[in-house]
C-alpha cells in the first residue's frame, strides 16, 4: 500500500511537532495555481501598487499646502510650478484638484486591481478543488470504507473556501502592507532621515511578537478546521439517517454528538482568540511608542528648523496611514494561520495517490469479454489478516450466467469486487480472456462490466438522469433500459414519467422501485458482463421472474455473462452454474438440481427458504 493510505486526513510528518509550525509550510503550494493566470495577477499587483501611491499623494500635498499657507513658500519647485500654471485659476484650487486627483486615481486603480485579484482566486479556488476532488475520486474503496464523508466534503468546501479568502484577501493585505509601508519610508526618509528611523524603529519589536503568535495560534486553528469536519461529518450522516433517528427517539443521542463535536470547535475557538487579542493590544502598544515617539521628536526638529511645519504635517498624516496596515497585519497573520491549517488538509486530499492504478504497459481492451476466471484467488481486506476469499476458482464465458451464494460474510460480494478490480488478489489471478485482468487499463475493464450493487444509489435527479448517468441517451434508449429492468411499469404512471424527480439517494422511491432503476442504469451500458449484487433483495417474485426472462429471454442477455450474489436462492436457481460458499471457500458447484442431491450447503438453505425442512431434524 502506498502513502496514500497513511495522509487522508490523518497526520503527516509536518503534523508532528505542532507548537512550532511557522505559517507558510503548505501556504507556498498555492503559488502554483496562481501561474496560469500570472497576467492577470500581475496587472492586480500593478494596480494596488498604483493605488497605494496615490494613496499618498493628497497627504504630501496636505503637508505642502500648509508650509506654503503658514509662509507663502513652496518646498519644491516642481510643486510651484505645477500650481502656479496658466491652467489653474489659483494656488488654493491647484492644491484642491492635487488632492482630488489622488483620491480619483486611487478609486479607479483599487477597483481595477481588487476585481483582477479577486477573480484570479476565484480561478484558484476551482482549479483547487477540481484537483482535490480528481483526486479523491481516483482512490481505491477501501479508503473510504475508513473515512466519513461529511468530513471529506468540509475539506472540499469549507476548507477550500478559506485558501480562496486567502487568496482573495490575505495576499492583498499583503501587497497593501509591503508597498504602504516602502513607500510610505521612501517620501518620509526623503523628507528627514532621523524622523523616518525613530518613526520605524519601535516598529522592529512586532517581529518576535509575530513569531510568538503564529507559532501557537496555528495549532488550535487545524483543530478547529477538524472539529468543522467532524460537525458536517455527523450531520451528514443524522440527515441521511433521519428517518431511523427518529424511529429509535435517538434524537437527543445525536443532538449529543453535535454537542460534543461543536464543543471542540467552541473550546479551540476561544483558545485562539485569547492568544490572538494578546497579540493585537502588542500592536497597539508599539504604535504608542513610534507616534508618540514621532510627535515628541518631531516638534523638537520643527522648532530646530530641520524640517518644516508642511513637512511634519506630512509626517503625522502618513503615520496616521501607517496605523490601519499595522492593525491590518494582525488580522492578517490571523488569517494566514486559519489558511495555513485549511491548506493542510486540502493539500493532503490532493497528494492522495492510489493504490490500484493501471499497471505500466496496460493495454485497452479491445473487443467484448468473452470470459472471466479465477484462478487460486485468495484476498484480504487492508489492514486485517483474515482471508475472506481462499483458492476460489471459477470460469464464466459468454452466455453464461454463474450463481454464488452463501451465508452473510462468506465472501461472495467480495468477488464482485474483484472482478471490477476495486481491489487486487493477494495471491492468484482475475483473467479476463485468458490474460490477467491487470494487463488491461482499468477504464476500459469497467466500461464493459454494468454493475448493480445490493444498495442501489441514486443521485438527487430525475429517473432519466440517473439512468442515463454519465452518458448521453435518447428518451428511447432510457425507456428501453427501464423496460428491460422491470422499472417502465411503474415509471409509465407517474405523472411526470422519466422526468420525477426521485429526491435524495432516491428517498421518494420504494427498495424495489430503486433497485430497478439501478438495473436499467446498468442494462443501458449493454454491458459484456452484468453484476448483480443481491440486486434483486428488494423484489417481489412476481417481479423478479419478469426481469430475469428480459435479461436471458434475447438479444443481448444471449451472450452475456452474468454474475449473481443472492441470498434468495430462487434468483439464481437458472444458473449455468451455482457456487457455495462458506468463510471464502467454495464448498460445492453446480447446477441446482444436483446440488439439491447433494444435500449439502445449498440444500439446507434451499430447505429453510422454501418451507420443506424436517420439523424433527
Known sequence: MTRAMAVGLSKDSSDLDEEKQIVGKKIYRVLPYIKPYWQRASFAIAANASARAFDLIPFIAIGMAADYYSSGIFTDSRVESLVNSSYLPSVEVGFGLLIFSGFVFLAISQGIGEFLWQSTAYRVQHDIRMDATASLMRMEASYFETRQSGNLMSVLSADVAQLEDLVSDASTSIIRIVITFSASFGILFWMSPKLALILFAPLLLILPMVVWFSTRVQRRYKKQRESTGGIVAILENVLSGVIVVQAYNATEYEQSRVSGESAEYRDQAIQASALRNRFLPG???????????????????????????????????ISTRMTMPMFIMGMLLNQ???????????????????????????????????????????????????????????EAKSGDFLGVMGHTGAGKSTILKLVERFYVPGQGEVRINGRNITDFSIESVRNRIGFVSQDPFLFFGSVRDNVAYARVASDAEVQAALEASGAWEFISVLPEGMDTEVGDRGVRLSGGQRARISLARALLMDPDVLILDEASAALDAETEKRIQQSLFGGGKGKNRITIAVAHRLATIRNAKEIIAMVDGFIVERGIHNDLITNDNVYASQWSIQTGQIDTEE
Open 336 to 394: 494566514l494561520q486559519r489558511g495555513e491549517a485549511a491548506a493542510r488538509r486540502v493539500f493532503a486530499l490532493i497528494d492522495l495517490e492510489p493504490s490500484i492504478v493501471d499497471e505500466p504497459g496496460a493495454i485497452e481492451l479491445d473487443g467484448s469479454i468473452e470470459s472471466i476466471a479465477f484462478t487460486d484467488v485468495t484476498f484480504a481486506y487492508p489492514n486485517t489478516e483474515v482471508n475472506v476469499v481462499n483458492n476460489v476458482s471459477f
Open 283 to 317: 500592536i497597539y502598544v508599539v504604535a504608542g511608542i513610534s507616534f508618540g515617539l514621532l510627535v515628541s521628536a518631531g516638534g523638537w526638529l520643527m522648532n530646530s528648523g530641520e524640517i518644516s511645519v508642511g513637512q511634519f504635517v506630512t509626517f503625522l498624516l
